[in-house]
């Protein structure tokens, strides 16, 4: 079972709170493990602004906004790009299929900065990480559903739509499966302050 490119919907009542009504796209999976970045919350507080100018980039006037993310609990001071799959790195891109791209290195912010980027990106500080068996272990109890990635949720829709319209390829709404859905994810990265981001 391969499921990169997949989209992951956190279950009611998973046990984990770093991911209550999360969606996460996964960008490898495989018999080593899998990674994916969370893309339905904010990282209250951050811009792409603010990343740019600790990270010495300069934006021209064609220089596109880039919402920043909250990607996931691993290594939460690292940058991560998920994109189109019109743009590749100088040999840093993972390609997860035609459609998508990630990469992790300055040089896309750089483009992106100076109006060159891909199409479309979505910027995430920290990761969502799986050992080997791990995630199959997590399916296998029914705490992910499981749906096919479209660029549109993730790329043009705001975040807080994500995890309805992720459901809605599914045919149902959050809210049947748990009474307590609705509560906005409010989390921020070290208090709204911008921590010191690392791209490789």
């Known amino acids: 079972m391969n499921l990169s490119g997949k989209l992951l919907i956190a279950m009611p009542g998973m046990g984990d709170p770093r991911f209550e009504y999360s969606v996460v796209f996964l960008c490898a999976h495989s018999e080593d493990g899998a990674m994916g970045l969370i893309v339905n919350k904010p990282a209250g507080g951050l811009t792409f602004d603010r990343l740019a ?104 829709l705001p975040p807080e739509e994500r995890l309805p319209a992720a459901m809605q390829k599914l045919g149902i709404s959050f809210t049947q499966l748990s ?10 990265l070290v208090d709204g302050h911008c921590p010191r981001v690392r791209f490789r």
């Open 53 to 156: 100018e600790q990270l010495g980039i300069e934006r021209s006037d064609r220089s596109r906004e880039i919402r920043v993310h909250f990607g996931g609990p691993v290594e939460n001071a690292r940058g991560f790009v998920l994109h189109s799959g019109d743009y590749a790195g100088t040999g840093s891109t993972l390609k997860v299929d035609d459609r998508f791209g990630m990469t992790a290195t300055v040089d896309i912010l750089e483009a992106i900065a100076a109006g060159r980027g891909p199409a479309a990106s979505l910027l995430a500080l920290g990761y969502a990480g799986w050992d080997a068996g791990q995630l199959e272990n997590e399916l296998a109890q029914n705490s992910w559903l499981t749906v096919p990635a479209k660029a549109e949720i993730l790329f043009d």
């Open 179 to 188: 009474d307590v859905a609705g509560h906005a994810w409010a989390g921020q």
